[in-house]
């Protein structure tokens, strides 16, 4: 179904949200305050107005509590992007996502009713440290502060054996919740499963567990 979105801000984040939603089919509106930005998105997205999102006015006047779900990407104006979240809230919109810059911006976004918060830079900057400290690692997904989902590359150390004989849950305190093998993915795979070379294992579980099993890869 497709839904009706709008992107506050067209830094590199949020361009980077107007371009992919574009490509998935949604309806999408982009509001900045830099004409030059508005003009670049403006044959990209659905429609792109220059606008002060923390001017309720204009807010109303584009109808903003009709659409399925707003992001506020804007950069580093933490008040703007406060004020914005507030406005929208108590306009009604269903879903706001706010990009917060540090851990004390996301806590003021929360109390003031963010239904989503993302920190892109700080997620990405563990995706990265992720994938330079091990090459098994091909994408990690922060689910809390505590717990991930993360792509892990089978290497030699684990390959031929099935799950009941690495026993990986009892020893590293993790499941593994998919196996992704050439074009197929094996949801919740039996403890028969015997796991081949070429392999990528999803699994879920919490930071520290995760680590162990990554350094455990490692050193075979």
Known sequence: MKKE???IGLGRFGGSICRELTKLGMSVLAIDKNEDLVNEYSNIVTHAVVGDS???????SLGIRNFDHVIVAIGN?????????????ELGVKIVTSKALNDYHEKVLR???????VHPERDMGKRIAHNLVSSNVLD??????????????VNEV?????IAQLDIRAKYGINIVAIKRH???IVSPQATEVIQNGDILIVIGSDTDINRFEIKMLQG
């Open 5 to 7: 979105f709008v992107v």
């Open 54 to 60: 923390t001017d309720e006015t204009i807010l109303k």
């Open 77 to 89: 104006d933490i008040q703007a992007s406060i004020l914005t979240t507030l406005i929208l809230k």
């Open 111 to 117: 109390k003031i009713g963010a239904d989503q918060v």
């Open 140 to 153: 990690y997904l922060e689910l809390s502060d505590k717990y991930s989902i993360v792509e892990i590359a």
């Open 158 to 162: 684990i390959a031929g054996y099935a």
């Open 183 to 185: 074009h197929d993915i």
